[in-house]
């Protein structure tokens, strides 16, 4: 039963009657998308507090034409070359370089029809690309590769730290995280688009602004014809959805 059908209940209960008042929202003033993140998974082993491996890492290797879900939870899912998959073997080894130019293999654990389960024992970042090279139990290479095919991009996310500037733009074109130099500092300020760019028309140097229903706050620094600099308070834009003067 509804709170509106509890409340005519009582009103006959009672020979008395209530009424209802709503209070109904205004606009709803949010941030723009994000550019997606990068295409990378992270395959990790688990280990215990001293940093040995407890239980490698569990990677489902399945056909890129027609490519098949794990049939048990996996560390991760990568699509390969249908033609290689076929040819690999329990006990063989794959080896690649992942995305941060480190060695690393795959031992081959199990071999079905949908697929191949493959165990690491090192964290590895693998993109899209990735070439794998099968390798026999006499530690020679055949020379068969294959590579590793279209990857989800990672949800990407603002992270903002006091003093950090932030600019707010007036159309919705994804925004982007910023970028820095070797020695972390900012070269380019991270960038996020606004909803109802109207607002843009009240806002002025000195303004305080906050997000995420008041968990991120800022003082707006620069307003310029099609974009506002805001000097941001300690915080993060990751799953931000609301901004609010």
Not at 42 to 57: C, F, K, N, Q
Request: glycine share 10%; with cysteine.
């Amino acid at each position: 039963m509804t709170a509106y059908a509890h409340l005519r209940r009582a009103e006959r209960t009672l020979g008395r009657p209530c009424r209802i008042a709503i209070d109904l929202a205004g606009p709803k003033l949010r941030t723009g998308p994000l550019e997606p993140g990068p295409a990378v998974v992270r395959i990790r082993p688990r280990r215990d507090v001293y940093g040995r491996v407890i239980s490698p890492a569990r990677v489902w290797l399945t056909a890129e034409v027609s490519p098949q879900p794990p049939p048990s939870p996996a560390s991760a899912c990568l699509q390969v070359p249908t033609t290689w998959l076929g040819r690999l073997r329990a006990g063989e080894r794959v080896k690649f370089t992942d995305a941060r130019n480190s060695k690393r293999e795959f031992d081959v654990v199990d071999v079905t029809d949908h697929g191949c389960w493959v165990e690491a024992t090192k964290t590895a970042y693998i993109v899209p690309g990735t070439l794998l090279c099968r390798h026999h139990d006499t530690g020679k290479s055949d020379q068969d590769e294959g590579s590793v095919g279209d990857l989800p991009s990672v949800p990407n996310a603002i992270l903002l730290k006091q003093g950090d500037l932030l600019i707010l733009s007036r159309d919705l074109k994804p925004g982007r995280p910023a970028t820095r130099d070797g020695g972390g500092r900012i070269q380019t300020p991270a960038l996020i688009g606004c909803t109802i760019p109207e607002v843009f028309e009240d806002v002025k140097a000195g303004d305080a602004i906050w997000l995420d229903d008041g968990k991120i706050g800022g003082d707006v620094e620069k307003v310029e014809d099609s974009r506002v600099l805001v000097l941001d308070h300690p915080g993060s834009l990751a799953g931000c959805k609301a901004a609010r003067r």
